[in-house]
Nanobody
Framework: QVQLVESGGGLVQPGGSLRLSCTAS????????VGWFRQAPGNRREEVSC??????STYSVGSGTGRFTISRTENTVYLQMNNLDPDDTGVYYC?????????????WGQGTQITVSP
């Protein structure tokens, strides 16, 4: 199974920015669609953004639309997060699959924590 690693989380003030990275340790991530998901405390995991492997098409849902940008370079997928809000706090996961959106049976990373607080 694919092994994914997220990085780039941390504590940031409202209005700040972060860039998350998702890499694969044992294979070429370029051959997979990659999605970013968020799980806030007490909530279910929800979709944030996804990028295809074939043509680089991107999909965004929820409150991050217009503030978050997904992109990819060689073997890494990024989530640029701007104008962060306390409601963006949560654990962010990346997952890989053949097409957007990855499901629970696909490969997932361990997550990276983002806390947006003054």
């Amino acid at each position: 199974q694919v092994q994914l690693v997220e990085s780039g989380g941390g504590l940031v003030q409202p209005g700040g920015s972060l860039r998350l990275s998702c890499t694969a340790s044992t294979f070429d991530l370029d051959n997979y669609a990659v999605g970013w998901f968020r799980q806030a405390p007490g909530n279910r995991r929800e979709e944030v953004s996804c990028i295809s492997s074939s043509d680089g098409s991107t999909y965004s849902v929820g409150s991050g639309t217009g503030r978050f940008t997904i992109s990819r370079t060689e073997n890494t997928v990024y989530l640029q997060m701007n104008n962060l809000d306390p409601d963006d706090t949560g654990v962010y996961y990346c997952a890989a699959s053949k097409w957007c959106w990855p499901g629970s049976s696909d490969s997932w990373g361990q997550g990276t924590q983002i806390t947006v607080s003054p």
